[in-house]
């Protein structure tokens, strides 16, 4: 069972930064991809970045491609995202996820940190 923990969210102004974490309760943190996803009021759920197990492959939605940066400290089980140049539009709950190395799908969440940015 993997539990993730996010923290880190907040009220920002446009042009701001903020950086999320996530703390992983796993043994085996390295094995997993993990990704953030957000979820803005009356929207769907939306990719934002991921990053692979040991080969630490990145990968980001278009829309924050350039502002923010995923990272992920194995020894320490935590997953970042840096943010940079935050936009009203960035406003949503940002969520830590985790998958399995090779599944499709994200199996484990965290509870999610709000993360809003006045204009």
């Known amino acids: 069972q993997v539990q993730l923990t996010e923290s880190g969210g907040g009220l920002v102004q446009a042009g701001g930064s903020l950086r999320l974490s996530c703390a992983a309760s796993?043994?085996?943190?390295?094995?997993?991809?993990m990704g953030w996803l957000r979820q803005a009021p009356g929207k769907e759920r939306e990719f934002v970045a991921a990053?692979?197990?040991?080969?630490?492959?990145?990968a980001y939605s278009d829309s924050v491609k350039g502002r923010f940066t995923i990272s992920r400290d194995i020894p320490k089980n935590t997953l970042s995202l840096q943010m940079n140049s935050l936009e009203p539009g960035d406003t949503a709950v940002y969520y830590c996820?985790?998958?399995?190395?090779?599944?499709?799908?994200?199996?484990?969440w965290g509870q999610g940190t709000q993360v809003t940015v006045s204009s």
């Open positions: 996820a985790a998958k399995r190395l090779g599944d499709e799908n994200y199996a484990y």
């Open positions: 796993v043994r085996t943190f390295g094995t997993y991809t």
């Open positions: 990053i692979s197990g040991t080969s630490f492959n990145t």
